[in-house]
Protein backbone atom coordinates (compact mmCIF):
# COMPACT_ATOMS: atom_id res chain seq x y z
CA UNK A 1 0.00 0.00 0.00
CA UNK A 2 1.08 3.63 -1.01
CA UNK A 3 2.18 5.61 2.07
CA UNK A 4 0.06 8.92 1.90
CA UNK A 5 2.37 12.37 1.57
CA UNK A 6 1.76 15.78 1.42
CA UNK A 7 4.39 18.09 -0.30
CA UNK A 8 5.81 21.17 1.26
CA UNK A 9 4.76 23.32 -1.51
CA UNK A 10 6.13 26.39 -2.63
CA UNK A 11 4.88 27.09 -5.71
CA UNK A 12 8.17 26.99 -7.88
CA UNK A 13 10.03 24.50 -9.35
CA UNK A 14 11.16 22.72 -6.42
CA UNK A 15 8.34 21.31 -5.06
CA UNK A 16 6.91 20.50 -8.51
CA UNK A 17 9.82 18.23 -9.28
CA UNK A 18 9.08 16.58 -6.06
CA UNK A 19 5.13 16.68 -7.36
CA UNK A 20 6.26 14.76 -10.67
CA UNK A 21 8.66 12.33 -8.80
CA UNK A 22 6.32 11.30 -6.08
CA UNK A 23 3.82 11.04 -9.27
CA UNK A 24 6.00 8.15 -10.48
CA UNK A 25 6.71 6.83 -7.41
CA UNK A 26 5.68 3.08 -6.48
CA UNK A 27 5.51 4.22 -3.02
CA UNK A 28 4.20 7.16 -1.92
CA UNK A 29 0.46 8.96 -2.92
CA UNK A 30 0.33 12.18 -3.14
CA UNK A 31 -3.00 13.31 -0.72
CA UNK A 32 -2.25 17.08 -0.69
CA UNK A 33 -0.16 20.19 -0.98
CA UNK A 34 0.23 22.46 2.06
CA UNK A 35 1.78 25.73 1.74
CA UNK A 36 2.81 28.90 4.30
CA UNK A 37 2.07 32.08 3.87
CA UNK A 38 2.13 35.80 5.63
CA UNK A 39 -0.49 38.72 4.63
CA UNK A 40 -2.11 36.22 1.86
CA UNK A 41 1.15 35.75 -0.17
CA UNK A 42 3.70 32.97 -0.18
CA UNK A 43 7.12 34.54 1.37
CA UNK A 44 10.40 34.56 -1.06
CA UNK A 45 8.45 33.92 -3.93
CA UNK A 46 5.82 36.42 -3.38
CA UNK A 47 2.87 34.36 -4.95
CA UNK A 48 -0.25 35.39 -4.01
CA UNK A 49 -2.47 33.04 -2.07
CA UNK A 50 -4.92 33.10 -4.78
CA UNK A 51 -2.39 31.66 -7.70
CA UNK A 52 -1.20 28.60 -4.95
CA UNK A 53 -5.14 27.67 -5.08
CA UNK A 54 -5.18 27.79 -8.68
CA UNK A 55 -2.15 25.54 -8.75
CA UNK A 56 -4.22 23.16 -6.24
CA UNK A 57 -7.19 22.96 -8.58
CA UNK A 58 -5.52 22.20 -11.78
CA UNK A 59 -3.17 19.45 -9.52
CA UNK A 60 -7.05 18.32 -8.09
CA UNK A 61 -5.47 18.09 -4.91
CA UNK A 62 -6.74 19.65 -1.81
CA UNK A 63 -4.60 22.88 -0.73
CA UNK A 64 -3.93 23.00 3.43
CA UNK A 65 -2.87 27.35 3.79
CA UNK A 66 -0.89 27.61 7.24
CA UNK A 67 -0.68 31.23 8.01
CA UNK A 68 2.65 32.65 9.81
CA UNK A 69 2.74 35.96 12.01
CA UNK A 70 5.99 36.73 9.98
CA UNK A 71 8.57 35.76 7.41
CA UNK A 72 10.64 34.66 10.13
CA UNK A 73 8.77 33.37 13.04
CA UNK A 74 10.36 31.93 15.96
CA UNK A 75 11.41 27.78 15.19
CA UNK A 76 8.95 27.19 17.71
CA UNK A 77 6.08 29.41 16.40
CA UNK A 78 7.00 27.71 12.81
CA UNK A 79 7.22 24.17 13.32
CA UNK A 80 3.92 24.18 15.21
CA UNK A 81 2.27 26.03 12.74
CA UNK A 82 3.33 23.36 10.55
CA UNK A 83 1.93 20.52 13.07
CA UNK A 84 -1.29 22.24 13.97
CA UNK A 85 -2.03 22.52 10.24
CA UNK A 86 -1.27 19.51 8.99
CA UNK A 87 -3.55 18.02 11.86
CA UNK A 88 -6.12 20.34 11.67
CA UNK A 89 -6.75 19.24 7.55
CA UNK A 90 -8.34 16.02 9.23
CA UNK A 91 -5.92 14.03 5.88
CA UNK A 92 -4.53 10.68 6.27
CA UNK A 93 -1.11 11.73 6.20
CA UNK A 94 1.93 8.84 6.45
CA UNK A 95 4.51 11.27 5.26
CA UNK A 96 5.66 15.09 4.35
CA UNK A 97 7.84 15.76 1.46
CA UNK A 98 10.12 18.35 1.08
CA UNK A 99 12.17 19.81 -2.24
CA UNK A 100 15.71 20.82 0.12
CA UNK A 101 18.33 20.07 -2.33
CA UNK A 102 21.51 20.56 0.00
CA UNK A 103 23.11 18.31 2.28
CA UNK A 104 23.48 21.29 5.27
CA UNK A 105 21.56 20.56 8.14
CA UNK A 106 17.99 21.39 6.89
CA UNK A 107 16.90 17.57 6.81
CA UNK A 108 17.42 17.05 10.31
CA UNK A 109 15.52 20.33 11.56
CA UNK A 110 12.63 19.20 9.18
CA UNK A 111 12.73 15.81 10.96
CA UNK A 112 12.92 17.42 14.26
CA UNK A 113 9.36 18.34 14.22
CA UNK A 114 7.74 16.13 11.45
CA UNK A 115 9.12 12.81 12.63
CA UNK A 116 7.97 13.30 16.68
CA UNK A 117 4.40 14.33 15.06
CA UNK A 118 4.54 10.71 14.08
CA UNK A 119 5.30 11.51 9.90
CA UNK A 120 8.04 10.18 7.32
CA UNK A 121 10.05 13.01 5.89
CA UNK A 122 10.73 12.64 2.29
CA UNK A 123 13.34 14.30 0.21
CA UNK A 124 13.43 13.16 -3.40
CA UNK A 125 16.06 16.14 -4.31
CA UNK A 126 18.54 15.97 -1.03
CA UNK A 127 21.99 15.79 -2.31
CA UNK A 128 21.65 15.29 -5.94
CA UNK A 129 23.39 17.58 -8.77
CA UNK A 130 21.89 20.66 -8.69
CA UNK A 131 22.58 21.21 -12.47
CA UNK A 132 21.20 17.54 -12.85
CA UNK A 133 17.76 18.73 -11.47
CA UNK A 134 18.02 22.25 -13.27
CA UNK A 135 18.13 19.52 -16.41
CA UNK A 136 15.37 17.42 -15.38
CA UNK A 137 13.00 20.78 -14.34
CA UNK A 138 13.47 21.52 -18.24
CA UNK A 139 13.37 18.42 -19.84
CA UNK A 140 10.19 17.26 -17.96
CA UNK A 141 8.45 20.61 -19.27
CA UNK A 142 7.89 22.42 -16.03
CA UNK A 143 7.50 26.06 -17.26
CA UNK A 144 8.98 28.52 -15.18
CA UNK A 145 9.24 32.15 -14.37
CA UNK A 146 11.63 34.04 -11.97
CA UNK A 147 9.25 36.09 -10.27
CA UNK A 148 11.97 37.47 -7.78
CA UNK A 149 15.99 37.89 -7.42
CA UNK A 150 17.78 38.97 -4.39
CA UNK A 151 20.43 41.61 -5.50
CA UNK A 152 23.02 40.46 -3.44
CA UNK A 153 23.31 38.07 -5.32
CA UNK A 154 21.89 38.25 -8.89
CA UNK A 155 21.50 41.68 -10.35
CA UNK A 156 17.28 42.52 -10.70
CA UNK A 157 17.45 41.84 -14.92
CA UNK A 158 16.89 38.04 -14.08
CA UNK A 159 13.50 38.95 -12.56
CA UNK A 160 10.94 38.04 -14.68
CA UNK A 161 12.89 35.85 -16.83
CA UNK A 162 11.67 32.47 -17.70
CA UNK A 163 13.54 29.44 -16.61
CA UNK A 164 15.21 27.93 -19.68
CA UNK A 165 18.19 26.73 -21.12
CA UNK A 166 19.41 30.35 -22.10
CA UNK A 167 18.30 31.31 -18.84
CA UNK A 168 20.79 28.57 -17.12
CA UNK A 169 23.53 29.55 -19.32
CA UNK A 170 23.61 33.25 -18.68
CA UNK A 171 23.77 32.71 -14.76
CA UNK A 172 26.91 34.10 -13.52
CA UNK A 173 28.73 31.06 -12.28
CA UNK A 174 28.63 31.61 -8.58
CA UNK A 175 25.11 31.73 -8.54
CA UNK A 176 23.58 27.81 -8.25
CA UNK A 177 21.40 26.81 -11.20
CA UNK A 178 18.61 25.76 -9.03
CA UNK A 179 18.82 29.15 -6.91
CA UNK A 180 18.98 26.71 -4.13
CA UNK A 181 21.23 29.70 -2.24
CA UNK A 182 17.85 31.71 -2.55
CA UNK A 183 19.64 34.03 -5.39
CA UNK A 184 15.89 33.59 -7.27
CA UNK A 185 12.64 31.93 -6.57
CA UNK A 186 10.05 30.57 -9.40
CA UNK A 187 6.70 30.39 -9.96
CA UNK A 188 5.38 27.31 -12.31
CA UNK A 189 2.65 27.74 -14.61
CA UNK A 190 2.13 24.56 -16.24
CA UNK A 191 3.47 21.14 -15.73
CA UNK A 192 1.94 17.29 -17.33
CA UNK A 193 0.02 16.94 -13.83
CA UNK A 194 -1.74 20.13 -13.92
CA UNK A 195 -5.17 19.91 -15.96
CA UNK A 196 -4.70 22.82 -18.01
CA UNK A 197 -2.28 25.72 -17.30
CA UNK A 198 -1.99 29.57 -15.40
CA UNK A 199 -1.61 32.40 -17.95
CA UNK A 200 0.24 35.37 -16.77
CA UNK A 201 0.26 38.68 -17.93
CA UNK A 202 3.43 40.69 -16.45
CA UNK A 203 2.23 43.88 -15.07
CA UNK A 204 5.34 45.88 -13.57
CA UNK A 205 8.25 45.01 -11.01
CA UNK A 206 8.93 45.89 -7.39
CA UNK A 207 12.29 46.64 -6.72
CA UNK A 208 13.47 47.02 -2.94
CA UNK A 209 16.50 47.72 -1.30
CA UNK A 210 17.48 44.12 -1.86
CA UNK A 211 14.79 41.88 -3.05
CA UNK A 212 13.12 42.37 -6.72
CA UNK A 213 9.61 40.83 -7.55
CA UNK A 214 7.54 40.50 -11.09
CA UNK A 215 4.09 41.36 -10.66
CA UNK A 216 1.65 39.68 -12.67
CA UNK A 217 -2.39 38.78 -13.46
CA UNK A 218 -2.76 35.38 -13.72
CA UNK A 219 -6.04 33.25 -14.56
CA UNK A 220 -6.37 29.31 -14.96
CA UNK A 221 -6.53 28.26 -19.28
CA UNK A 222 -8.32 24.82 -19.17
CA UNK A 223 -7.22 22.45 -21.56
CA UNK A 224 -8.64 22.51 -24.76
CA UNK A 225 -9.48 20.22 -27.50
CA UNK A 226 -6.88 20.38 -29.32
CA UNK A 227 -4.77 19.39 -26.29
CA UNK A 228 -6.82 17.09 -25.82
Not at 63 to 82: D, G, K, M, R
Amino acid sequence: MKKKVVISWSSGKDSTLVLERLVDSSDYEVVALYTTYVKDEVPFQATPLSVVRMQAQLLGLPLIEIALPEVFPSNEIYQQSIVDGLRKSGLPIDAVAFGDMFCNGIANYRRSYIEPAGWECVFPLLGESSQALANEIIDRGIQTLVVTTDAEQLIPDYCGLWYNSAFLQSLPEAVDPCGENGEFHTLVTQTRSYQGEIALALTHQEHGERFSHQRYQASILPIDAERV
